[in-house]
């Protein structure tokens, strides 16, 4: 177990800590101090693991817009996957000493206890049900369950080649479908419909370990193999580069999320060349070189966010008799976003027409109702 977490340590807490350092400082630069607190919050619950813990209590639903700006948002992810880590072995070293011989059974239990869990809390619990282990560790124990059948050799069935490709490009299909399809907003998620794509990821995952899987090459080719080797720093590095963006005065197209992408790419090779295979590497970096890293990084992040919470003088620049001043970047997303969806005049159709008239609340009430335009599908809305 000590080795595992050694392993553990050395492939995700290096870069992890290196990017939360990057992301304190860019915040700093482009954040209101309001928000520059919550930043300080997420980054000491990030760091302990424990952002999807964060979110769910202080946070909003991971779908909505104001979530997007948050640039260690993403994090709850690793949260969830490093608390299954740090349960897992533990359970099972005491099923293997005590139960060994029903292992399989109490996967499969944990994954239906968990998944049925998942399902109930998602229609009274959705924030709960996203952002937690219980509901979630049914996800990551699919996987113990395919590694099960393999350690066993279980793997093995003869079955056509023509059935392996079908069901080879059946999965892929379902797989990109799911991305277009599975609306967050709409469906209990997790629940039966995540069924879908994880069924097919776990096909495409029992087709490719397979020996009978014969000439199939769509995902194990270099270029994509290359990505999945810098997956974990693309995984770090992209939602914080769009996350800062939309955090300035810039505005957000397909040319600016074009750059990002690139620039993601190119920053995730650098720290997969130069921070991941380094730390990885126990004949290049030691425990103790290990160790001197991590507690010099975590003292650094910690002095920068007691910084940020406890620094009068930063929060002092945005106020005014106690008053905080209005952020101008949120002001200026209104009115771009008036400026664009706003008509001259009202279209002609059989719809109830509606005007707003007023000072900047107004802006904000006309804003409401265009995002929400698919719940007001009889009205027009000028202002």
């Known amino acids: 177990i000590i080795n595992f977490y050694e392993r553990r340590i050395r492939r995700l807490l290096p870069v992890l800590l290196f990017i939360i350092i990057i992301a304190n400082i860019f915040s700093y630069f482009v954040i209101d101090p ?109 996987g113990s369950f395919l590694g099960y059948l393999y350690y066993k050799k279980k793997f093995e069935f003869n079955i056509n080649y023509s059935v392996y490709y079908f069901l080879y490009i059946a999965c892929l299909i379902i797989i990109i479908l799911s991305f277009f399809f599975i609306d967050i907003y709409r469906v209990s998620h997790p629940s039966f419909i995540t069924l879908i794509p994880l069924i097919a990821t776990s096909i495409i995952i029992f087709i490719e370990s397979s020996k009978n899987k014969g000439c199939l090459k769509i995902l194990n080719n270099k270029y994509l193999v290359f990505v999945g080797k810098i997956s974990y720093s693309l995984y770090l590095w992209h939602f914080l580069f769009f996350a800062i963006y939309r955090n300035s005065y810039l505005e957000e197209n397909l040319t600016t999320k074009i750059l990002i992408i690139f620039l993601s790419f190119l920053f995730s090779i650098l720290t997969y060349k130069y921070i991941e295979n380094v730390f990885r590497n126990k004949k290049i970096t030691s425990k103790k070189k290990l160790t001197y890293y991590v507690i010099f990084s975590l003292s650094l992040i910690f002095l920068i966010n007691l910084n940020y919470l406890y620094n ?7 106020e005014i008799d106690n008053i905080y001043l209005t952020e101008w970047k949120d002001t200026k997303q209104i009115l771009t976003y008036v400026k664009k969806n706003n008509l001259k005049k009202f279209p002609i159709n059989n719809k109830i027409n509606v005007l707003t008239v007023g000072n900047c609340h107004s802006d904000d009430t006309f804003v409401a109702l265009k995002l929400n335009q698919n719940n007001f599908k009889n009205f027009n809305f000028i202002l």
């Open 312 to 318: 009068k003088k930063i929060i002092s620049k945005y």
């Open 34 to 142: 309001m928000k520059l607190r919550e930043i300080s919050m997420s980054t000491l619950f990030s760091v302990f693991f424990a952002a999807n813990i964060y979110f769910h209590y202080f946070g909003d639903f991971y779908g909505n817009s104001v979530n997007l700006s948050k640039p260690l948002l993403h994090l709850w992810t690793l949260g969830v996957e490093e608390q299954f880590y740090i349960l897992y072995p533990i359970s099972l070293t005491i099923i293997l000493k005590f139960f060994r011989r029903y292992i399989l059974f109490f996967i499969i239990l944990g994954i239906l206890l968990s998944f049925f869990f998942a399902v109930y809390a998602s229609i009274g619990h959705k924030m709960f049900s996203f952002y937690m282990l219980p509901s979630r560790a049914w996800e990551i124990l699919i």
